[in-house]
C-alpha cells in the first residue's frame, strides 16, 4: 500500500509540487508561477516555460519536503503529468521523477492533467474538505486556459466528455480580450476586476450556441464580435468604457457556461456539479454558482489552490492507480495530448444520451 506520494506538475506554466497520502489529504504543496516572465509576451512562451521548470523543480521538491518535515525515505511513489501539455514542459517533470523513482527503486505514474483536475474535488487540508458525503457519480465543467469542457464523472477512471468548445477555451476568450483592451496578461483576472464596476447589460455579445439543444460551447464568435466593437471606438471612450465592455464580455461567458452546465445536469439527471479550472476563480461564475444552491444543485468549487494547475490533484490520482497496482513503466514518453483510453467521448445530441 502507498502512503504517501511525491507528485510534479509542469504542463504549463506552472511548476508545483506536492506530498499527497492515500486519503487525498495534501501533507504539502508549493507552486512556482512564472506569470512574470511571460507577462512581457502577453502569453505563454514554451521554451521560457521549460527552461524555468528546469531551474525551479529540484529545489522546490527539496524546500517541500524540507516544509512538510520528510525525506526521500519517508515516500512511497511518484505521479507527474505527462499529458496532455507542452511538450517541452511536460518532459522536465517527466524526466525528472523518472530519475527519483528509478534511483530510489519506487513505482511512479503519468497522469492525465484533465483527471486531476476532475478529482480535484476530493483534496483536503487543514482548511478545506469537501462536503459530507460527495462522492461521484457528478456533473464536471473543466474551465481554464487550455480547456473548456463537460464531463460525466462516472467513477474513478470512468470519465465521458459530454461537451466541448468548438473552438477558443473560456479562459483564452478571457485573455484575448484583455489583450485586446491592454489589460495585460494573464487576462482573466483583470477582466474580472474591471467588470465588478462595469454594467453587464451595456454591450449586448453574442451567447454562441446557447439554445443548441447540444452541450458545445464556442467562444470564437464572441471574441470577434469584441474585436469588431473596440475597434469602432475612439480610444478615449475605449478607456471609459473599459468596466462596461469587460462586464459584458464576462457576462457573455458566464451565461453559456453556467446554462451548458445546467442543461448537462438535466440530461444526466443529477444535481450534483463541480467546477474546476483557473476560470472557477471568476467572480461572477462564482455568484450565478450560489444562484444554483439555491435551486436546489449541490455545485463544488475547490479552493483555487486545487483549481488552477496544481500537484495536489496529480497526486491524489495518481495514489489512487499505484494502489491499484498500476503504475508505468521506464520508457513511458510525454504527449501533447490525451490519449485513446483516458476518456470516452459522447458528445451530446438532442434525443442521445
Ligand atoms: O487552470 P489555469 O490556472 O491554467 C490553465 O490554463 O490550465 O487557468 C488559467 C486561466 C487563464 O486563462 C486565466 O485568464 C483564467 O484562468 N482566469 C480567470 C480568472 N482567474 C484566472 N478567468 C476569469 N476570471 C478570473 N477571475
Ligand atoms: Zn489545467
Keep these: 500500500m502507498i502512503k504517501k506520494i511525491i507528485s510534479v506538475e509542469t504542463s504549463c506554466d506552472d511548476t508545483s509540487v506536492a506530498i499527497v497520502d492515500n486519503e487525498g489529504f495534501v501533507i504539502e504543496q ?17 521554451e521560457i516555460a521549460s527552461r524555468n521548470h528546469s531551474i525551479a523543480l529540484l529545489p522546490l521538491i527539496e524546500s517541500l519536503l524540507k516544509k512538510a518535515g520528510l525525506t526521500l525515505k519517508d515516500i512511497d511513489g511518484f505521479a507527474v503529468t505527462n499529458r496532455p501539455g507542452l511538450i517541452g ?88 480580450f484583455a489583450k485586446m483592451i491592454d489589460l495585460g496578461y494573464p487576462g482573466g483576472v483583470q477582466v474580472d476586476r474591471l467588470a465588478q464596476m462595469g454594467n453587464p447589460q451595456k454591450y449586448s455579445f453574442p451567447r454562441s450556441l446557447i439554445l443548441d ?59 450534483k456539479i463541480v467546477i474546476t479550472g483557473g476560470v472557477s476563480a471568476n467572480s461572477r461564475l462564482r455568484t450565478k454558482t450560489e444562484e444554483l444552491k439555491a435551486k436546489g444543485y449541490s455545485v463544488v468549487i475547490p479552493p483555487l489552490r486545487y483549481c488552477t494547475d496544481n500537484a495536489a490533484m496529480i497526486g491524489y490520482t495518481g495514489i489512487l492507480y499505484l494502489n491499484k497496482g498500476i503504475n508505468s ?11 485513446e483510453n483516458d476518456f ?9 444520451t
Design 89 to 176: 514542459s511536460l518532459i522536465v517533470g517527466l524526466m525528472t521523477i523518472k530519475a527519483m523513482a528509478e534511483s530510489l527503486k519506487k513505482p511512479f505514474i503519468g497522469v492525465n492533467h484533465l483527471e486531476g483536475h476532475l478529482l480535484a474535488p476530493f483534496l483536503k487540508d487543514n482548511s478545506y474538505a469537501p462536503p459530507m458525503g460527495f462522492d461521484y457519480p457528478y456533473i464536471a465543467l473543466a474551465v481554464s486556459g487550455g480547456h473548456s469542457s463537460l464531463y460525466w464523472v462516472k467513477g474513478f477512471s470512468d470519465y465521458t466528455i459530454i461537451g466541448t468548445t468548438k473552438d477558443d477555451a473560456a479562459g483564452e476568450a478571457f485573455d484575448k
Design 213 to 271: 439543444k447540444n452541450l458545445m460551447m464556442s467562444f470564437s464568435g464572441l471574441k470577434s464580435a469584441a474585436h469588431r466593437l473596440i475597434q469602432t471606438l475612439d480610444p478615449q471612450i475605449l478607456e471609459k468604457e473599459k468596466s462596461d465592455l469587460c462586464a459584458s464580455f464576462q457576462e457573455a461567458i458566464v451565461d453559456v457556461l453556467i446554462h451548458k452546465l445546467t442543461y448537462a445536469a438535466e440530461i444526466y439527471q443529477t444535481k
Design 30 to 46: 508549493m507552486t512556482a508561477s512564472q506569470d512574470l516572465e511571460h507577462t512581457p509576451y502577453g502569453g505563454i512562451v514554451p
Design 329 to 339: 513503466e521506464i520508457n513511458i514518453g510525454p504527449s501533447s495530448q490525451s490519449t
Design 344 to 352: 470516452k467521448i459522447s458528445l451530446y445530441q438532442e434525443g442521445e
